[in-house]
């Protein structure tokens, strides 16, 4: 069964507690041992998922009535990010080993996804983001050594982070899916600020690397009336294209960072002046 989130509308967000924020735009549970566990969010028809092969493979099925096609990927194209140990995914037969970090672009009309784990006592943990595809490209592995890597930030300012853009048009031909890692320094906590947001297109963060006793505090909200999350290891936000978002740890942490909407220019971005945020 997929969870389904419908659009909300940044006058209605204005009016939400922390209990409706966090039911509209937080992920809590991707990964469990065993399982597959997918969210289908009305926001650019994104699809957000975890995979934990354990002791048994796990095959990628599509859901008729959500997903409105007899595969998965009849019409649509798939991100997929190991964030655990070692594992493999299977795409109509051929074997793409994963190895942690590294990504798996799979294209539009792939009819079989299969998940496996090397060792069922430190499973692979497959992150996946999947958007409508107008056009079917070629099946790509990309590690981390093969991304396009970009170092931002500055220590005194608490940013200092290195950018993989793997699933990237430098990188890798997609329909609209764009896709990369960041990592944050040691002592670094800012993932961006100045804030910013896209209009032509919507986001979705995995926050992972953090230790079980800390946390992200996610940033959201139009740039004059904002909210916030408070995000746990592992967790997944779904960021609407009027939406700001910046995020601050209490400790260094990682995030896996996608978007869908009208282009792939990984620019195309509004910032917000400090002075604009409320």
């Given at each position: 069964?997929?969870?389904?989130?419908?659009?909300?509308?940044?006058?209605?967000?204005?009016?939400?507690?922390?209990?409706?924020?966090?039911?509209?735009?937080?992920?809590?549970?991707?990964?469990?041992?065993?399982?597959?566990?997918?969210?289908?969010?009305?926001?650019?028809?994104?699809?957000?998922?975890?995979?934990?092969?354990?002791?048994?493979?796990?095959?990628?099925?599509?859901?008729?009535?959500?997903?409105?096609?007899?595969?998965?990927?009849?019409?649509?194209?798939?991100?997929?990010?190991?964030?655990?140990?070692?594992?493999?995914?299977?795409?109509?037969?051929?074997?793409?080993?994963?190895?942690?970090?590294?990504?798996?672009?799979?294209?539009?009309?792939?009819?079989?996804?299969?998940?496996?784990?090397?060792?069922?006592?430190?499973?692979?943990?497959?992150?996946?983001?999947?958007?409508?595809?107008?056009?079917?490209?070629?099946?790509?592995?990309?590690?981390?050594?093969?991304?396009?890597?970009?170092?931002?930030g500055a220590q005194e300012t608490?940013n200092k982070r290195t950018i993989?853009?793997?699933?990237?048009?430098?990188?890798?031909?997609?329909?609209?899916?764009?896709?990369?890692?960041?990592?944050?320094?040691?002592?670094?906590?800012?993932?961006?600020?100045?804030?910013?947001?896209?209009?032509?297109?919507a986001e979705v963060y995995l926050?992972?690397?953090?230790?079980?006793?800390?946390?992200?505090?996610?940033?959201?909200?139009?740039?004059?009336?904002?909210?916030?999350?408070?995000?746990?290891?592992?967790?997944?936000?779904?960021?609407?294209?009027?939406?700001?978002?910046?995020?601050?740890?209490?400790?260094?942490?990682?995030?896996?960072?996608?978007?869908?909407?009208?282009?792939?220019?990984?620019?195309?971005?509004?910032?917000?002046?400090?002075?604009?945020?409320?």
């Open positions: 069964m997929i969870d389904v989130r419908h659009v909300s509308h940044p006058d209605a967000v204005k009016a939400y507690d922390t209990q409706e924020l966090r039911r509209h735009f937080l992920i809590e549970r991707l990964f469990a041992p065993g399982e597959i566990a997918l969210t289908y969010s009305h926001i650019e028809r994104f699809v957000v998922g975890g995979v934990t092969p354990t002791t048994r493979p796990l095959d990628l099925e599509s859901d008729n009535a959500t997903i409105g096609s007899p595969n998965f990927l009849d019409r649509r194209e798939l991100g997929v990010f190991n964030v655990g140990g070692p594992g493999r995914v299977e795409t109509d037969g051929e074997i793409h080993q994963l190895q942690p970090r590294d990504a798996l672009y799979v294209t539009k009309g792939t009819a079989s996804v299969r998940f496996h784990s090397d060792d069922a006592a430190n499973p692979a943990r497959f992150y996946l983001l999947s958007v409508p595809a107008h056009a079917r490209y070629e099946t790509k592995l990309i590690s981390a050594a093969s991304a396009k890597k970009m170092e931002l608490a993989y853009q793997m699933i990237h048009p430098d990188v890798c031909t997609t329909s609209q899916l764009v896709m990369g890692l960041t990592q944050l320094d040691a002592g670094n906590m800012w993932n961006t600020m100045p804030a910013h947001v896209h209009d032509r297109r926050y992972f690397d953090l230790p079980d006793t800390a946390r992200v505090i996610h940033l959201m909200g139009e740039p004059a009336e904002t909210r916030h999350l408070v995000v746990a290891n592992e967790q997944a936000i779904l960021s609407p294209p009027w939406s700001v978002h910046s995020g601050v740890g209490t400790s260094a942490y990682s995030f896996i960072w996608g978007m869908g909407g009208d282009n792939i220019d990984y620019t195309d971005m509004d910032v917000i002046a400090m002075d604009a945020l409320r």
